[in-house]
Structure formats: C-alpha cells, structure tokens
C-alpha cells in the first residue's frame, strides 16, 4: 500500500512541475515585463514554420525523482539488497524525473518569419497559441531584455 502512496505523490509533484513552467504564449507576460516600456514594430509575415520547443530541464525533476526512487527503491528487500534497491531507485528516479520534466513541460511552436516595414527581416519562435499566416500584417513587441512576440 505504501508505494501505491508514494506513487501519487510523485506524480502530484510532476503535475505541480508542469504548472510551475513558464509560458511561451505570446499573450502571456512575466511579472517583471508588466508596467514596462516595450519597442512595437510593424510588419507582413514571410513564413510560418510548426516547430518543437525544449521542455525546461531544472534540478527539481532530477530531484523530485530521485527522492521518489529512493522511497520506492527502499520498500524492496532488506539488508544489503535493500541498500542496493535504494541507491537504484535514487539514480533510475532521478533520471526518469528529469525526462518526465523535460516531456511534461515540452511544447508546440511557431518559428514566424517577418518582414519589417523598415526593411528588416526577423524571425521569433513562440508557444502555438495563435495561428499566422504568410501575407498577414502583424505587430512585433520588444521588451528592453529582449523578449519579442508577435501578436495581431
């Protein structure tokens, strides 16, 4: 019964990393960027490209794996093979944290080509919330860390 409990932790905590990750949507502002001066440019879209954006990959999943391995790991055997499974579980759990991190928080994109009206030519990737197409005019906005996005 234990690890069936220690199984749910674990994976409330991989659903707890999932909310924690930061959005990529071009909608979505930090805190930081709010009350903020931002550059707004204007411009026709070249290219829509689908793309694949990393998923974070922080010390917590690692972590949050390893511990629940280790847990897990330590509910096998006894003696000297208890301490063997324990180890096991801390590594193979810290592994398959990290991986489950990096796929949770993984996420569709968009890599949008466009050209500005002063002649540049820019290309930003951002989360697949808003649909462009090549030909339609858009706003690009450029916080001063160099954040940009491109919405309607």
């Known amino acids: ?19 924690c990750a930061s959005s990529l949507s071009s909608d979505a502002y930090s805190r930081d960027s709010a009350r903020q001066m931002q550059t707004v440019y204007y411009g026709t879209v070249q290219n829509v490209r689908s793309v694949l ?25 006894g003696g000297t093979g208890r301490s063997l499974a324990t180890v096991g579980g801390v590594l193979l759990g810290g592994v ?9 928080t993984r996420q569709r994109g968009y890599e949008i080509t466009v050209r500005l009206d002063n002649g540049r030519t820019i290309s930003v990737v951002q989360a697949a919330d808003i649909a462009f197409q090549p030909g339609e005019r858009v706003r690009i906005i450029e916080a001063r860390d160099g954040t940009t996005r491109v919405t309607r």
């Open 53 to 77: 954006i990393e998923g974070t990959k922080t010390p917590i999943g690692t972590g949050a794996g390893a511990i629940t391995g280790g847990i897990l790991g330590s509910q096998v055997g």
């Open 1 to 19: 019964m234990k690890p069936l409990v220690y199984l749910a932790f674990a994976i409330v905590g991989t659903a707890f990393l999932a909310g």
């Open 96 to 104: 398959a944290g990290s991986a489950a991190e990096e796929g949770i």
